[in-house]
């Protein structure tokens, strides 16, 4: 069964760049068929689509946050990472890594880790 | 506001069945059969319950199950259990330019 490990700073000052990264374990990135994908939720609220990668390094965004997302992976060491740029308060919230099947359901996740853009 | 709507909360007694609905457009529910649906637990991960309308991953209970009419999709949870309450969100694909699309989230109370 695959796991997913998300890892990163949990406090980011405002306009810097906010950067994770997920460790998949009990699979390959590299395998067909997967994407692997960024979600978060904001304190109390919903969930919130950032974007997903296919092994091969194409990307796929959420048209709100295209402008300050970059989804990368890293086949060498079976992780794949999110950066955020130009980081407000608003961008606070707990940020899950996923698998994600073609049909676009995220069917593994990380537990989440809670970033918080503060000075 | 999300894109996917759904009621803010339902309840039900053990036992009994809800039905939560997560209402989209032709461009998301209504033009694909690619809905999911995710419980999730306080302070845990979303945890996949439905993909592709009606599909159930390995483990799930079959007293859970979707369908899907017209830009309606529906979870349905027969035989309800205490360990349902949970919050329940519905997730579309929304074509090549959106992709992804939830809905603001169901609270499941087992009365």
């Known amino acids: 069964q695959v796991q997913l490990q998300e890892s990163g700073p949990g406090l980011v000052k405002p306009s810097q760049t906010l950067s994770l990264t997920c460790t998949v374990s009990?699979?390959?990135?590299?395998?067909?068929?997967?994407?692997w994908g960024w979600i978060r939720q904001h304190p109390g609220k919903g969930l919130e689509w950032i974007g997903y990668?296919?092994?091969?390094?194409?990307?796929y965004y959420n048209p709100s946050l295209k402008s300050r997302v970059t989804v990368l992976v890293d086949t060498s060491k079976n992780q794949f990472s999110l950066k955020l740029s130009s980081v407000t308060a608003a961008d606070t919230a707990v940020y899950y890594c996923?698998?994600?099947?073609?049909?676009?359901?995220?069917?593994?996740w990380g537990q989440g880790t809670l970033v918080t853009v503060s000075s | 506001q999300s894109a996917l709507t759904q009621p803010r909360s339902v309840s039900g007694s053990p036992g009994q069945s809800v039905t939560i609905s997560c209402t989209g457009t032709?461009?998301?529910?209504?033009?694909?059969?690619?809905v999911s649906w995710y419980q999730q637990h306080p302070g845990k991960a979303p945890k996949l319950m439905i993909y592709?309308?009606?599909k159930r991953p390995s483990g799930v209970p079959d007293r859970f199950s979707g369908s899907k009419s017209g830009n309606t999709a529906s979870l349905t949870i027969s035989g309800l259990q205490a360990e349902d309450e949970a919050d329940y969100y519905c997730?579309?694909?929304?074509?090549?330019?959106?992709?992804?699309?939830f809905g603001g989230g169901t609270k499941l109370t087992v009365l």
């Open positions: 996923a698998s994600v099947l073609s049909s676009g359901a995220f069917d593994y």
């Open positions: 009990g699979g390959s990135i590299s395998r067909g068929g997967y994407y």
């Open positions: 990668i296919y092994y091969s390094g194409s990307t």
């Open positions: 032709s461009s998301d529910v209504g033009g694909y059969n690619y």
């Open positions: 592709d309308v009606s």
């Open positions: 997730c579309s694909y929304a074509g090549t330019y959106t992709f992804v699309v």
